[in-house]
């Protein structure tokens, strides 16, 4: 991640600041660490100060004698969490273990009561598999979750005699359930719904919650659609909702009630919650959300609900409409789209998890983040850099996240211009950020991801990278892979950088191409004509409008000046390589064959590799 520190066009020193808006002004001294007293359950007072604070994030791992976290829930001093599915040889199953552990980390400690098993697996050659698809904490302490078990077995031939990986061709389900369970501190079972009994074994659950008076809520995605089932404290079915077309969440409020929350349409759809009415039976009236919530959580210390906006985080009162801005995602150096689990706690902290793959390991990294509220002047300065692209992806958001959360001297600020889209119009970004490059409003940092690069340098709005390097004590052009480096030159300056690369390129045998770089149209076409025998000198896949939409592709610069804004498609190699494509076959063929036999035949002498990007193809390419 240090490549941040290259592309900086100008720099700006300011605070590490958030924006604060609609904020209550409370006694500064009390700094967030009030306890439950000062949290009002009506939703119509904020006890929350955000004036003169910010959040600085902590984070921690919880390691151990498992394997990856899978589903995570908090208390006020607990994470509750459980492990990916480990093999119990006494009970012939394979299962999730929970735990709990200090908000650092420390004393982990597993439940060890809670010892789910898929009845069933004791039969020959059957086991079982059981997981938690969520879970929560309700008021009382108890620990909640969704428990999905599965039975399989093998219906083997009479006549099998092949190895495990051959036997698991076989492999047949013969029952599943999903249940609703409710466990005590020590994991001990208290009460437990069998949801697959009420619809199917085919379902999911979509989300739960569990108000003050013990009474269970499920949101249910079954195989015609979706319901809502509410069940008493000793588990009876009490009623359905039906009406849950677009209902994503489930919510308790202060208040103890269950709020469903409604997301719908994308981006540009309706936001609303509708709270469950017991008595009655049914969903109240909708009320509105703020236009631009992405995801919603639950609230607590005076909000009803915390509301993610994927710039910022802030609380959200029902009865005044209000909002508080409480941190934006970039300053607490985290991504939005990895951050789930947002909880605020009665001493004002956050504590949230952080879930990402590991290409690696192909395992999903669980990090847990505390947020604790400090005076704004202890925050130290930092010199500010602005991100500026079109439509993020999570990769690069995660990128930024942490360089910014390990680099104490520089913060990486992404302003995305895909923010600009509208329904008639998903590029006002894209053309919003090119009038303001051409007028001169050049960003520190640009991703330069489908925009006219060329354009850019050649009006002088990109920094000549190797100037940097060059500049740098630690490094130096040999750092890089330099031939790489090389084919990014433009007039001979490195003006844009990249994590992986592939090569689009003709390959063919040296004895036949010689080894010397490039070609012209004239040394293509006599290739040609000493090799009459090559029936297919590109191969049967190639047909005229592939070959000449690769070949420009791999030519671009040879036809086009971007500097000059000039065109050379009237030259007389551009006719010879028109002429050389009128002599494939209009369509492909549509049967496969083998690169390398071809060529050693002497039927095919090159092919168009398009995506050349690792190291078993360049091995692959010296056997031909």
Sequence with gaps: MRIFKFIITSLSLMVLILLLANCKTLDPSDNGNKGNEDSKGDGGSIDFNMEGYVFLPEFF????DFREITSTAFTDDKVYFSTLVEYDEASNNWKDR?????????????????????DG???????????????????DGN???????????????????????EKARYLIELDSYVKLRKLDATGSEILSINLSAILSSDLLVESFAIDDEGNAYALLHYQNGYRVYVFDNIGKELFQLDDVSDLIKLIRLQDGSVVGVWIAGGSFGHRYYKKIDLSNRRFNDPVGFPSDAREVFAGGRGFDFLIDNRTELYGFVIETNETVILFDWEDVKLSPSDTNDVHLLSDGRILGTERFLDFETFEFITTFIMLTRVPLEDVPEQTTLTLVVFDIDRVLERAVANFNRTNPLYNVQIDDYARFATHNNPYAGLYQLTIEITAGKVPDILDVTGLPITQYISSGFLVDLYELIDADPEFNRDSFLSGVLRASEVNSGLYYVFQSFYINTIVGNPAILVDEMGWNMEEFLETLTNNPDATSPLGVSIDRRMFVQSIIALSLNEYIDFTKGEAYFDRGDFKQLLEFAMTLPEFHSSGTHNIQRSIESGRQIMYIAERFDNFKDLKTLQLI
């Design 143 to 165: 620990i909640w979750v969704v428990e999905d078990g599965y039975l399989y077995d093998y219906d083997l031939p009479a006549d099998f005699s092949g190895d495990d990986s």
């Design 121 to 139: 697996a004791d039969e020959t050659d059957a086991y079982g598999i059981v997981y938690i698809q969520s879970m929560l904490v309700d008021a």
């Design 61 to 64: 791992d919880i390691s151990g």
């Design 98 to 118: 929970l735990f709990t552990a200090n908000f650092n980390g420390s004393e982990i400690t597993e439940l060890i009561e809670y010892n789910p098993v898929n």
